[in-house]
């Protein structure tokens, strides 16, 4: 959008898109001789003042069924549809030109002229080009320090564990042997302790959720269990900074009984107090070298490097653009948040590309409009731009305490205040968006606008009722919808512009381009599948203690008819022991002075549904029932 004055020569306007055909229609005239500009900043009846077309028949109807023919309706449309012609917004007028007065006279400092000035000689195009080859030479020697100096095969994510929830490592656990005699040198990337569950867990009869999962490491060995993050577990230890990650080394303990909980390093641990086959401990030194995060300094480099560009360097509005999308995307994807680790530069190379398409969309849309509005107010836009720019590109960090983890009514409902949280977002967007409403209008393109988002919508709520389907809209599509409103030279357009940007580019450099329809079991997790549960016949009344333990068994209904179940799958003290048909378990292989778990699924084909809560037997004979729901 370009301001009436000419002065405005690199800030482009929705105006002179389609001033060409009535340039063209009086160019052999000669008495319209306005360029496009000139030519829609004359008055309009004076142009045209004998053509007064007669709506045509279906015109007529749609004006009556609206009652567009009414005054007041009339009146609220026109308000709504803003001037005719269209008009374009002007610049903003730099905030930075101070004036005071000092005995008697006025006095004026305009800081963003004076700063031009003074840097102008740091704009020559030659000198970005040798700064660009500078920059990119030495953002891949930081990437090689970062991700490519430490053997591949030692990376472990935040959730790297030895032992897999439920029946996930197999009858006895088979699957995720071995269980003692081994060792590990791995290295860990930072903010491990931010990686929390976020589906409840079941330790014993005991369910974590939203923290980082860690249990046991509180006896003298620090010894933990083998479902244990390892990498929370290394920074409660202390052998790894949480804001540097860092390298350590473990060995495998097999067999493990009562595991202690405790807290230090600000993560707190849980117990278990009977045995479990998969355990281990940290040495007290590692092989590895090269093994510090380097996201906090790429981050110091990248932020300085970007307020360079705007303050110093300042080359066109469409070069500086494009130097914000393809840092963002690579700070991400090296450094804040990468897919996996190392970060694997194949599927980085495949999100780039389609991402440079939907930032062009977002230059044509957008960015053109507003960008370059700041053009004599450098200061000024760094400050607009990048300080969201950079909240949007850490949206990992950013919003890590909004207690929502994704836009599903699953995620929201379980999490304790997603709902408040989200009631306060949408009031939020609501605000910007009225305020946005009102900018467009005052430009004539609301209607424009709300067609098309009224199209958008609509779309939406089709694709909704597909059957088998979820709606997910990604924070990376709630970017790419509310970015097209944003295209007005206004300092909050600058504002919501960068913020956007930098959350589009956080979640396709670090996601990727998922689906914006999901099927159930994309959006599940490890959440219960919300299956049938069998019962127990056992209970706190007739089981009777007196009988040797040798000698007891447990006993559970059977399959229910009608039903496609052939099986159970037992879990005792979190381990499957039992597959099967049968309707009992012995107890004779388990320890009478420990306390034990026991948990319960129908199968099908092999597959287990969800497990019952935990029944839970003492040494002294009590048995307690397992409470209702899933595990």
């Known amino acids: ?24 229609t009086h160019s052999h005239s000669g008495k319209y001789s306005e360029s496009p500009r000139e030519t829609f900043e004359i008055d309009e009846t004076a142009a045209y003042p004998t053509i007064h077309p007669r709506p045509k028949h279906w015109q007529r109807r749609l004006r009556r069924a609206f009652w567009l023919d009414h005054p007041r309706v009339r009146r609220i449309w026109l308000y709504i549809r803003g001037p005719r012609p269209k008009v374009d917004l002007p610049d903003p007028s730099p905030f930075l030109s ?35 080859i500078g920059y990119i030479i030495g953002f891949a020697f930081f990437a090689r320090a ?49 990686v929390v569950l976020q589906n409840p867990r079941t330790v014993g009869d005991e ?123 690579w700070h991400v994807s090296l450094f804040s948040q990468p897919q996996a680790s190392p970060p694997p530069l194949d599927v980085a190379f495949q999100q780039f590309l389609p991402a440079l398409f939907v930032a062009y969309a977002f230059w044509r849309l957008a960015f053109r409009f507003t960008l370059p509005a700041f053009r004599k107010a450098p200061i000024e836009a760094t400050v607009w731009y990048l300080a969201p720019y950079w909240v949007g590109v850490l949206t990992n960090i950013t919003t890590d305490k909004i207690p929502i983890d994704r836009l599903v009514a699953s995620d929201i409902t379980a999490r304790p205040g997603g709902l408040t949280a989200l009631i306060i977002i949408i009031i939020i967007l609501l605000v910007i968006v009225i305020n946005q409403v009102r900018v467009i209008r005052k430009t004539g393109w609301l209607p424009w606008y709300l067609g098309w988002y009224i199209a958008g919508g609509l779309v939406t709520l089709v694709l909704s009722q597909l059957p088998g389907l979820e709606l997910r809209i990604h924070h990376y599509i709630l970017a790419m919808v509310l970015m097209p409103g944003t295209g007005f030279p206004t300092r909050l357009s600058a504002i919501y512009q960068g913020f956007l940007l930098g959350m589009f580019l956080n979640g396709v450099a670090a996601f990727g381009f998922d689906s914006i329809l999901q099927t159930p079991a994309d959006l599940r997790r490890d959440a219960p599948l919300g299956s049938d549960l069998p019962s127990f016949i056992t209970n706190s009344t007739n089981y009777n203690a007196s009988i040797p333990f040798i000698n007891q068994s447990i006993f559970w209904n059977a399959l229910p008819d009608g039903e496609a179940w052939d099986g159970f799958a037992l879990l005792v003290d979190d381990v499957e022991r039992y597959v099967g048909t049968a309707l009992n378990y012995s107890l004779s292989a388990l320890d009478p002075t420990l306390i034990h778990f026991f948990r319960l699924a129908f199968t099908s084909e092999g597959s287990a549904g969800d497990f019952t809560m935990a029944a839970t037997l003492y040494p002294n004979g009590t048995w307690v029932d397992p409470l209702p729901g899933p595990s």
């Open 146 to 194: 970062q991700s490519f100096l430490t053997p591949a095969d030692s990376f472990i994510g935040c959730t790297a564990t030895y032992w897999a929830a439920n029946d996930g490592c197999g009858l006895d656990g088979d699957d995720c042997g071995p269980f003692g005699n081994a060792s590990f040198d791995f290295r860990c990337p930072a903010q491990c302790s931010q």
């Open 98 to 132: 101070l004036t005071f007065y000092a005995g008697g006279k006025t006095r004026s400092i305009a800081l963003e002229p004076t700063w031009i000035r003074l840097t102008r000689w740091f704009t020559n195009p030659w000198l970005f080009i040798v700064l660009a």
């Open 207 to 329: 369910q974590v959720d939203f923290v980082p999962l860690i249990v046991g490491g509180g006896d003298e060995q620090g010894t933990y269990r083998g479902d244990t993050f390892i990498c929370a577990a290394a920074v409660q230890a202390g052998l790894i900074s949480d804001s540097k990650g860092g390298c350590a080394t473990l060995q495998l303990t097999g067999n493990f009984t009562n595991f202690l909980p405790f807290t230090a390093n600000g993560l707190s641990s849980i117990g278990f107090p009977t045995i479990f086959p998969v355990s281990f401990r940290f040495l007290p030194t590692t092989s590895l070298r090269n093994c510090s995060d380097y996201r906090n300094e790429a981050l110091a480099f990248n932020a300085i490097i970007t307020a360079l560009l705007f303050l110093v360097l300042r080359p066109k509005p469409i070069v500086l653009y494009w130097c914000l999308v393809c840092i963002g995307f």
């Open 1 to 24: 959008m370009a301001s009436t004055s000419t002065s405005r020569s690199e800030s482009e306007s929705r105006l002179t898109h389609v001033g060409s055909d009535i340039n063209s």
